[in-house]
T-cell receptor
Framework: SQELEQSPQSLIVQEGKNLTINCTSS?????LYWYKQKYGEGLIFLMM?????EEKSHEKITAKLDEKKQQSSLHITASQPSHAGIYLC??????????FGTGTRLQVFP | SQTIHQWPATLVQPVGSPLSLECTVE??????LYWYRQAAGRGLQLLFY??????ISSEVPQNLSASRPQDRQFILSSKKLLLSDSGFYLC???????????????FGPGTRLTVL
């Protein structure tokens, strides 16, 4: 099984709807990174969470890291077609490396 | 500001042919550098990472190799490509700190490799 599980694997929502993507780790996280990827392109860094209970927002995207530092959620409010893409979480294990989840593919239709 | 470049953007190669993908970073010094592969339907798989010139760590056994001939240059190579080497290859960099935990990784635009 994956060290880092993302759910759902794919999501299709109507424009204007809210949605949540989850990222669950089997181990304690030193840090949790969220990235967005458009098909065929590189990853765009969204935000990073380090402290248990931490919450960060950027425009209409909010990410939280739970107190036990083993789960993170990414919430998009009033989704737009520009939010479409693949969302990936990456876990810092306290080394120089990140472990990535398998991604959540988001489609937003008008 | 820092930028990261990868080329080529796309590549179609026959099985058994050699491979060389290049990644360069501008605007920073002594970065950590990473090569990832993203196969269809899978997440990102870390292939190699480097904390300095000539220092390469391999994450998975395979027919690929990496080299870092200069501080801001990272090369992914193969002597003989396999069908399973097809995928989207991403290079990334991060600031190198004294502490062991990683910092934010910034990704290049990627190279799509198709092996026929």
């Amino acid at each position: 099984s994956q060290e880092l599980e993302q759910s759902p694997q794919s999501l299709i929502v109507q424009e204007g709807k809210n949605l949540t993507i989850n990222c669950t780790s089997s181990k304690t996280l030193y840090g949790l990174y969220w990235y967005k990827q458009k098909y065929g392109e590189g990853l765009i860094f969204l935000m990073m969470l380090q402290k248990g209970g931490e919450e960060k927002s950027h425009e209409k995207i909010t990410a939280k890291l739970d107190e036990k530092k083993q789960q993170s959620s990414l919430h998009i409010t009033a989704s737009q077609p520009s939010h479409a893409g693949i969302y990936l979480c990456g876990a810092d294990r306290g080394t120089d490396k990140l472990i990535f989840g398998t991604g959540t593919r988001l489609q937003v239709f008008p | 500001s820092q930028t990261i470049h990868q080329w080529p953007a796309t590549l179609v190669q026959p099985v058994g042919s050699p491979l060389s993908l290049e990644c360069t970073v501008e605007g920073t010094s002594n970065p950590n550098l990473y090569w990832y592969r993203q196969a269809a339907g899978r997440g990102l798989q870390l292939l190699f990472y480097s904390v300095g010139i000539g220092q390469i760590s391999s994450e998975v056994p395979q027919n690929l190799s990496a080299s870092r001939p200069q501080d801001r240059q990272f090369i992914l190579s193969s002597k003989k490509l396999l069908l399973s080497d097809s995928g989207f290859y991403l290079c990334a960099w991060s600031v190198r700190w004294a502490r062991s935990s990683t910092d934010t990784q910034y990704f290049g635009p990627g190279t799509r490799l198709t092996v026929l």
